[in-house]
């Protein structure tokens, strides 16, 4: 479980930045390269099936 809620903190915190560049006009190529790369890698976890549904997360 400690995986999964490591993992939603990170989206959480990636949505709060690009949520604030986003209320300030700033397009993709104003984030800097660390979130182009933070971007990148959670692409390519989803592209592998390395994730889980949010259904999943609070099935019974």
Do not use: P
């Amino acid at each position: 479980m400690s995986e999964v809620v490591e993992r939603l903190e990170r989206i959480e915190r990636l949505l709060i930045t690009l949520n604030a560049k986003i209320d300030n006009f700033l397009g993709y190529e104003e984030i800097t390269e660390k979130e182009r790369e933070e971007l990148r890698k959670m692409r390519e976890e989803v592209k592998r099936g390395e994730f889980v549904r949010f259904e999943e997360l609070f099935e019974e």
